[in-house]
């Protein structure tokens, strides 16, 4: 009986010691929810910087050195979630007129350009896996410049090379799927192509990144999306733990304490993606393009540092795979759309809307904030990829 009594004891202890916890911190959770109900610590308001860190990245200066968006600037930035296994895509499905809150002009500012997502949160249409006979079939993947930051996606250039193949082979079906995302540099773009270049047939590549490489931060986006890929697991359960009213209300109570200390912002700011990193995940993406059975891989460079251009066009000489540096090539060509020589219809509207912005700086003929291409600057880049994807002749299926 003693025996009995004993083992009935353990178990008792067991259970006591590992339900007691469990109810107390049911109840505490239950509590903290009230708390965040009733205003204490804030709302638990989603935050849009997770444009730039999602759960699963690290945590860091990165997130909390960004400015507080403006109202119409989280008009777009809610638009999207983050990725599975990936930064961030729109929400599936979703479609808003949003402002185009980086341009300089303020004609444009108060435009709106049209975004829409397809079922895998992804701008443009969204094509089976494998590709009918006699279709021709290209990928894209960047970062805003690519997405269509700016424009209607009508007027982006990938919609237009679309429009401009099918001319082209008139006798072919050509297919464009748009992978890119706002913000991404070639390592946050890498982890996009690595997830679904593989599960589409296709025929050619555009990798579109560089932009957000040589842009500074205080952690590296190489090492974050190494520490995710080293412990995808872990992270996971800390962004589950991310919806807990208790640990939200705990954060809340923490930052509060530390604000108070003055804690120093971190010192130094080094490049989103070294150039020799850039160059490795370029030429990465640019072979497993190939393994995959494309036959042309296209390195694309819209507002790219001139060391990351550099970098991208010497890659693409020595792998075999195209090049195009569509910034360098634009402002070459100011003189002539000045002169309304070439793209005058583009012209003349800009013309109409904004003359004095134009004639106070000419570079706003073909980017609304000294950055992104705007519609014209969308055309030439469609003409000049076309011609790049034309001079070779393509293999049958």
Known sequence: MSRVSTEFGIKEKLLLSIGVPCVILAILE?????LVWCGVGGPPVRQPTAMEMPTWMLRDANALARAKPTRDAFEWLSMFVEGDGYRVHLIPHSSKAVKNTF???PYDREQRYHISANALGFRGPLLAPNKSP???RVLVFGDSSSFGWGVNVEDSWWSILQRSLQQHYPEKVVEIANFAIPGDSSAYGKLIFDTFASRFQSDAVILGFGANDAKGVFTSH???VSKFTDKRSLLKIAGALEKSALVSLSKTL???RMSGQGKPPPEQLIPAVSVEDYGSNMVAMGRSAMELGNQK???LGLCIHPSYARKARQAAKDNGFEWFNGQSQLLKLLPQIQKKEVYAEYVDRMEQRYPAE????RVFYVTSDGCHPNELGHRYVAD???RVLTRTPWQDD
């Open 384 to 386: 000049q990829l076309t």
């Open 30 to 34: 239950v509590l903290a929810q009230l």
């Open 358 to 361: 134009l004639k106070n700086n």
């Open 103 to 105: 341009s300089l002009i």
């Open 134 to 136: 006699n279709t021709l």
């Open 254 to 256: 923490m930052r509060t």
């Open 222 to 224: 190489t090492e974050q």
């Open 297 to 299: 891989v296209v390195f």
